[in-house]
């Protein structure tokens, strides 16, 4: 279950907030699996907000003993803009069955990626997704979507599934990488992105992660940037 708070302020550079309580009911068995999300917005003069940045705040090791109070100073971090990254962007979804220990992903679709030039009798070369399972940064399992035609905004709409116990969520992660193969090479890799808890991921990548399993068996669909592959 999400919970969700506002409180408006007038516009500044350096905001200072009197002291405004948030109280959540949350069960101790479930709390190491919760994480707090603060999000600082503008209104502009038409009523419309527009993020300036957000933090996220697992609860994962903060509250490990009992603290009366806690005073936390983080970074913001900018939101991801609309229009594609430098590498491009992946849109899939996220599904997590705690009865099944049953990992479920839906590879959607990219947009905006920079494929690799070709000569242009020999423009034949494919795309496809890659995703690994990871544990403790050790490879687990590794799948592929289907081979599609090139394009820098391919469509794939294809569904994957890994086996993962409840008790492997959080020393597991997960890396989707983007791949052109040409006729005549290896694949080569356009751009990549990994989601996983607070150790492995950061921003909407932490943000997907925890949002599948705070919402179980529910697919969770969203838009990542994609980074150089290494």
Not at 119 to 144: A, D, F, G, Q, T
Not at 151 to 159: K, L, R
Not at 179 to 188: I, P
Request: proline content about 3%; glycine content about 4%; some cysteine.
């Amino acid at each position: 279950m999400d919970f969700k708070f506002k409180m408006t302020m007038r516009a500044t550079l350096h905001l200072i907030c009197a002291a405004v309580l948030f109280s959540l009911v949350v069960s101790g068995k479930t709390l190491h699996q919760r994480t707090l999300k603060f999000l600082v917005c503008s209104l502009d003069q038409q009523k419309k907000h527009h993020t300036v940045g957000s933090v996220i705040f697992p609860l994962t090791n903060e509250m490990q003993h009992e603290v009366s109070k806690l005073v936390v100073w983080k970074d913001l971090e900018v939101e991801n803009p609309e229009h594609p990254s430098a590498f491009g962007d992946l849109q899939f979804s996220m599904s997590y069955n705690d009865y099944l220990g049953r990992l479920t992903l839906v590879v959607l679709r990219a947009r905006g990626l920079h494929l690799l030039e070709e000569e242009e009798e020999e423009k034949v070369s494919n795309l496809y997704v890659k995703v690994s399972l990871m544990k403790r940064n050790k490879l687990i399992k590794c799948k592929k979507t289907a081979i599609i035609q090139r394009t820098p905004h391919p469509v794939f709409n294809e569904t994957l599934s890994f086996r993962l116990d409840s008790e492997e969520l959080s020393t597991a992660s997960v890396s989707l990488s983007v791949h052109q193969r040409m006729e005549k090479e290896k694949s080569h890799p356009l751009g990549r992105v990994v989601v996983g808890p607070f150790m492995y991921a950061r921003g909407r990548e932490l943000e997907h992660w925890n949002d599948m399993i705070n919402r179980p068996k529910e697919l969770v669909k969203q838009w990542h940037a994609l980074t150089c592959s290494m």
